[in-house]
Structures are given as structure tokens and as C-alpha cells.
């Protein structure tokens, strides 16, 4: 199997309102969240680009670029991505590490009614250790605690869509777990900061004749 990028064409334009609304007040929640742990911050707890999310899942559900619906995020923190993926009417789930987190996106899917469910947990399938190597510590690509496909009951290569922010140099490691974990013809599609959506689709790997 290989991973092949996917070009994607962003239409951007102006935000439903009820996505707009609940990027606001997801925002506003955030910022008073990060001000109030600002002394004790979550490790690698850095927002995405939500309005970025929201067009290129838009996007990608316009041009039937996905085989299915059913979505994850790994590291979800708030999970607002997650529920941006149920406002589309993805079957969205999110997968984070920090149970405190887990606890703030219950409650922002809660109090706007989306149907997005959280577990706490690693997204890094336990058995990938080999592969999942990043030097220094970082928490987010950690192996251990709960299995959250467990407490899913879902396989990790049932998913249609993976969407991920990756720490700085980390794009090519989630690529790896992606490609020796998911399905063929599954999207896993990353920030990588700077509005800078990329695309990528598990293909068979051609033999060379």
C-alpha cells in the first residue's frame, strides 16, 4: 500500500450561520480555557484552523472524494473539528488523550446538540510502537492508556476519513501509522499550518514491471 496525495479544491466562502455561530462560541471557550490552565497548560493542546477544516470536509463530501462517512479525529482536544464533521452529517468520532479535554468537547457537542462522540484514549494503535517513534516526549503519540478503538468498537481501519494536526515533523509518522493501519481508499487529511490542508488517499503500491 502507498499513500498518494488527493488535490482537493477548496470553494471557501462565506460560513453557514449555525457554523458560524458555533465556531464563535467554541472560540470563546477555548480562549478562557487555555487563559485559565495557562499555568499548567496541556502539552500539544495548539487549536487547528477550524474554519479550514470545515471547507476541505466540505470539499471533500462535494466532490465524493470519501468511500463512506464515517470520520475521526485524532486528538481531538475541544473537538471542534469532530463536531464540524457531524454538522455535515459525517458519522464523526474523536479520539484525545487528555481526559480534561475529552470532558470540554462533551459538553460544547452537548450544548449545540451535535452528534459527535469523544473517548478518551491514544489513537496510535497499541501494537505500532515500532512505528510511532518521535524523539523527545511527546504525549500525544503516546501508546499507552485506554485503547480508544476498544471503547469504540470500532477498528481504526473502518474509518473513511482521518483528519489530524501533527506536531511539527510529525506529518510523516501519522502518515506511516495511516498507511499500516487503515483501509485502502481511505482520506487522511492533516494541517499543517498556515491554511495548508493536505490530502492523502491509501492506494495499492503499483508493481514495477
Known amino acids: 500500500m502507498a499513500l498518494v496525495e488527493v488535490a482537493v479544491k477548496m470553494n471557501e466562502g462565506r460560513l453557514p450561520q449555525e457554523v458560524a455561530r458555533f465556531l464563535h462560541v467554541a472560540s470563546k471557550r477555548i480562549d478562557d480555557f487555555t487563559e485559565n490552565t495557562r499555568r499548567q497548560p496541556i502539552p ?3 487549536p487547528s484552523d477550524f474554519v479550514a477544516a470545515y471547507w476541505i ?18 486528538g481531538s482536544g475541544f473537538g471542534v473539528v469532530t463536531c464540524l464533521a457531524a454538522l455535515l452529517e459525517y458519522e464523526a468520532y474523536g479520539i484525545e488523550i487528555e481526559r ?21 484514549g491514544s489513537f496510535v494503535p497499541a501494537d505500532a510502537d515500532d512505528i510511532a517513534v518521535t524523539p523527545g516526549e511527546v504525549a500525544w503519540l503516546a501508546t499507552e492508556g485506554p485503547d480508544a478503538y476498544e471503547a469504540l468498537q470500532i477498528e481504526l ?11 511539527p515533523g510529525e506529518d510523516d509518522i501519522l502518515g ?34
Open 44 to 46: 500539544a493542546f495548539v
Open 57 to 74: 470536509l466540505s470539499a471533500i463530501q462535494e466532490q465524493s472524494q470519501a468511500v463512506g462517512t464515517l470520520f475521526c479525529e485524532w
Open 100 to 120: 480534561t479535554l475529552v470532558a470540554e468537547a462533551e459538553k460544547l457537542a452537548a450544548d449545540f446538540d451535535i452528534p459527535a462522540e469523544f473517548v478518551e
Open 157 to 167: 481501519d473502518d474509518f473513511d476519513i482521518i483528519y489530524a494536526y501533527p506536531w
Open 176 to 209: 506511516d501509522v495511516f498507511e499500516a493501519y487503515a483501509s485502502e481508499g481511505a482520506l487522511l487529511v492533516t494541517y499543517n499550518g498556515l491554511e495548508d490542508m493536505r490530502v492523502r488517499r491509501k492506494v495499492l503500491r503499483r508493481r514495477r514491471r
